[in-house]
């Protein structure tokens, strides 16, 4: 069977690696007949591999379809890749009397054409000539290893034949099963040529990984690097990118509550949680969100935090001393972070004034100890930490202002044998 490999693709059998890449092809090669796969073959598709076959082109499924399909998942867009050139494309089309829309991609080597009232995006297989980091000029080719090449991560470079063979040049599968991302090739390369793959990267981390902050070293390296990179990108391709990001957020996100916070906020540096709490009504959607992007701990108690208490407290600035309540939390939590929880819900809320107050606040010790409890006679652990709640809630009252003997005068000493 080798011996007739050999003959059949001898023209590309010049160099060891291609010879090696070759028989891994066919030494490994898998078949997928799953249910999903087997659903996209509608009336438009069938007819569409025909043509192509007649015609000698080839033709098969691209990109992300076809890690859905390894998913388990029935792709909801399905790219298509060919050898055949937009030129060809188009003859072959007209002759068959099949109707082309949007040409808007021609240039780039994407033909749409209409079959069965489906519309089915072919892109003829391309090498990048030169980037700049936003733009690439490219030139078609026939090598589908070079296309895979030219993609961004490993478990998008993926081709898929209509009898179901996985074409997968760079371990993509592997990848897949064992929920790693990991960019083709070079990390540097790959982010260099299109500085939106820093997004594409952590879009698909959410969605592949299982574990959070298991990110390779040299691939979290590459993106500080370049992360600067994104300014030159236009807000239009960056808030395409970011709407796919946010398919976790709820379908009745508030968008006037947004709105109003996203003024409340501006000059403050808010955390992007402070800003991205706004679109939760409960904090069960922040929970979902977490599920779906596996964010980190911190920014999961942040919008839990926000979420809970961004009406609470504010209804409690009626008092004589607006800042109290917030002051008064922030005692009772006793966390090293309730601070900064506290500073970016007064962002959300807008209160710039009471911001600065807390900024320049250090929080006072409470002056009592269980031990000076014990002094007084009183033994008991249930006991020493009731009294000593008592004693907290006195001194909040206070402003924080009562020392150690006047709350002590508060407790009332146990009776002892004799007196």
Same mark, same amino acid.
């Given at each position: 069977m080798l011996r007739c490999l050999y003959h059949w693709h001898r023209p590309v059998l010049s160099c060891r690696w291609n010879r090696l890449c070759l028989l891994k092809q066919y030494l490994f090669t898998m078949k997928l007949q799953s249910p999903e796969?087997?659903?996209?073959?509608?009336?438009?598709? $069938?007819?569409?591999?025909?043509?192509f076959v007649k015609e000698n082109h080839e033709l098969r499924i691209a990109g992300g379809a076809v890690r859905d399909l390894l998913n388990g998942v029935k792709p909801q867009d399905v790219d298509f890749a060919t050898t055949a050139t937009p030129t060809q494309m188009k003859e072959m089309f007209q002759s068959a009397?099949?109707?082309?829309?949007n040409n808007k991609g021609e240039k780039h080597g994407t033909i749409t054409a209409r079959l069965h009232e489906e519309n089915f995006e072919i892109t003829t297989l391309r090498i990048d000539v030169t980037t700049?980091?936003?733009?690439?000029?490219?030139?078609?080719?026939?090598?589908?290893?070079? !296309?895979? @090449?030219?993609r961004d991560l490993t478990i998008n470079s993926m081709f898929l034949g209509f009898d179901g063979t996985l074409f997968d040049y760079f371990d993509g599968y592997e990848?897949?099963?064992?929920?790693?991302v990991r960019f083709v090739g070079h990390a540097k390369q790959r982010i260099q040529e299109d500085y939106l793959r820093i997004l594409r990267y952590f879009r698909f981390y959410g969605r592949i990984v299982d574990k959070p902050g298991d990110h390779d070293a040299e691939t979290l390296e590459a993106i500080a690097e370049?992360?600067?990179?994104?300014?030159?990108?236009?807000?239009?391709?960056?808030?395409?990118?970011?709407?796919?990001?946010?398919?976790?957020?709820?379908?009745?996100?508030?968008? @006037? @509550?947004?709105?109003?916070?996203?003024?409340?906020?501006?000059?403050?540096?808010?955390?992007?949680?402070?800003?991205?709490?706004?679109?939760?009504?409960?904090?069960?959607?922040?929970? $979902?969100? !977490?599920?779906?992007? $596996?964010?980190?701990?911190?920014?999961?108690?942040?919008?839990l935090f926000i979420v809970k208490n961004r009406k609470d407290l504010i209804k409690a600035t009626d008092s004589s001393d607006p800042l109290k309540p917030y002051q008064d939390f922030i005692i009772d939590s006793r966390e090293p972070d309730a601070t900064t929880r506290v500073c970016e819900l007064l962002k959300y809320q807008g209160e710039h004034c009471l911001l600065k107050e807390?900024?320049?606040?250090s929080i006072p010790p409470f002056p009592v100890?269980?031990?000076?409890?014990?002094?007084?006679?009183?033994?008991?652990?249930?006991?020493?930490?009731?009294?000593?709640?008592q004693l907290r @809630?006195?001194?909040?009252?206070?402003?924080?202002?009562?020392? $150690?003997?006047?709350?002590?005068?508060?407790?009332?000493?146990?009776?002892?044998d004799g007196y």
């Amino acid at each position: 069977m080798l011996r007739c490999l050999y003959h059949w693709h001898r023209p590309v059998l010049s160099c060891r690696w291609n010879r090696l890449c070759l028989l891994k092809q066919y030494l490994f090669t898998m078949k997928l007949q799953s249910p999903e796969f087997q659903s996209l073959f509608t009336e438009g598709l $069938k007819n569409l591999t025909e043509l192509f076959v007649k015609e000698n082109h080839e033709l098969r499924i691209a990109g992300g379809a076809v890690r859905d399909l390894l998913n388990g998942v029935k792709p909801q867009d399905v790219d298509f890749a060919t050898t055949a050139t937009p030129t060809q494309m188009k003859e072959m089309f007209q002759s068959a009397g099949i109707r082309m829309i949007n040409n808007k991609g021609e240039k780039h080597g994407t033909i749409t054409a209409r079959l069965h009232e489906e519309n089915f995006e072919i892109t003829t297989l391309r090498i990048d000539v030169t980037t700049d980091g936003r733009h690439a000029e490219v030139e078609f080719t026939t090598d589908w290893q070079k !296309d895979a @090449e030219r993609r961004d991560l490993t478990i998008n470079s993926m081709f898929l034949g209509f009898d179901g063979t996985l074409f997968d040049y760079f371990d993509g599968y592997e990848d897949l099963k064992n929920k790693k991302v990991r960019f083709v090739g070079h990390a540097k390369q790959r982010i260099q040529e299109d500085y939106l793959r820093i997004l594409r990267y952590f879009r698909f981390y959410g969605r592949i990984v299982d574990k959070p902050g298991d990110h390779d070293a040299e691939t979290l390296e590459a993106i500080a690097e370049n992360a600067k990179g994104l300014a030159g990108i236009s807000g239009e391709r960056i808030w395409v990118e970011l709407k796919k990001i946010l398919v976790g957020l709820p379908a009745n996100a508030s968008l @006037e @509550e947004f709105d109003k916070v996203s003024k409340n906020v501006e000059g403050f540096s808010p955390k992007p949680m402070t800003l991205l709490a706004s679109l939760f009504k409960v904090q069960d959607d922040v929970t $979902k969100l !977490d599920l779906r992007l $596996k964010i980190a701990k911190e920014e999961k108690n942040l919008g839990l935090f926000i979420v809970k208490n961004r009406k609470d407290l504010i209804k409690a600035t009626d008092s004589s001393d607006p800042l109290k309540p917030y002051q008064d939390f922030i005692i009772d939590s006793r966390e090293p972070d309730a601070t900064t929880r506290v500073c970016e819900l007064l962002k959300y809320q807008g209160e710039h004034c009471l911001l600065k107050e807390m900024q320049q606040w250090s929080i006072p010790p409470f002056p009592v100890s269980g031990h000076d409890i014990r002094k007084v006679g009183i033994s008991s652990g249930k006991e020493i930490g009731a009294v000593l709640q008592q004693l907290r @809630e006195q001194w909040k009252k206070s402003g924080y202002q009562m020392e $150690k003997d006047e709350l002590l005068s508060y407790i009332k000493r146990p009776k002892t044998d004799g007196y």
